[in-house]
């Protein structure tokens, strides 16, 4: 009796973690599925309105964006973005002038810092925005970055 | 694509600093190959960090990300020894993931 007890509940356990493990059990922090929208949009505005509704994008010193000045492959650029701010849920990094201007969004579980770095194409000389969510309000700031060889097309 | 994620994380004080470099194409559709044709678009779309089985950073990639992805983010609270696991999903629908501990340098 004791014996099946065991395996009954060492069956369950096992399921359990197969579940998990096969990722049938959501994580807390759902992600959200890719934003086809976001991705294929030609502007900044619609790209920041798809990833996280409308809302004035207020220029914040808060928010730091470190990228070259000047880019000599525009194949890999490095970019970091810091917040100085609580709450940061969000953040997306931007390319003006890139056919498609959102690049990467990153959303951040409650321990987690407001901080990411990277490294993105540029097409050509533009501005580097990063727009950040934070206590449901949007932050932006913005580098522009020079680029000599342009990185979208070859 | 097995084996395309190096993955280190480093205790500083109270941070944690990950930092990860993917071996990706990231090809963006945009170029094309010798014989002039457009080279399809293959790039990683999602990616995903656990802490002890917590997601603590997830994010939505386009195929501007360069090539061979690199990453890095800082978690709070997190002790050595504990557990950071990443994953990536592309847009053909391949995956790769990974885990490593957190370490004091």
Known sequence: MKRRTLLKGTLATSAAIAAIGSGLVT??????AWSKTAFEAKSVDEAVNALF?????EGSSKVKIKAPDIAENGRVVPISVTTDM???ESIAILVEKNPNPLAAAFTFGSGTEGYIATRIKMG????VIAAV??????YSAGKEVKVTIGGCGG | MPNTIKIRAKL???TTVVKALISHPMETGQRKDKAGKKIPAHFIQEVTCEHNGKV???????????????????LKGAKAGDV??????DNKGESDETQTKVMVP
């Open chain 1, 86 to 88: 609580d709450g940061v």
């Open chain 1, 133 to 138: 969510k934070a206590n449901g309000k949007l």
């Open chain 1, 27 to 32: 994580p807390r922090a759902v992600m959200a």
């Open chain 1, 124 to 127: 050509k000389t533009s501005s």
């Open chain 2, 12 to 14: 500083a004080g109270d």
């Open chain 1, 53 to 57: 509704g409308s809302g004035n994008l």
């Open chain 2, 56 to 74: 603590v950073l997830a994010a939505q990639w386009g195929p501007a990300v360069s090539k061979n992805p690199y990453l890095s983010f800082r």
């Open chain 2, 84 to 89: 950071i696991k990443l994953r990536w999903v």
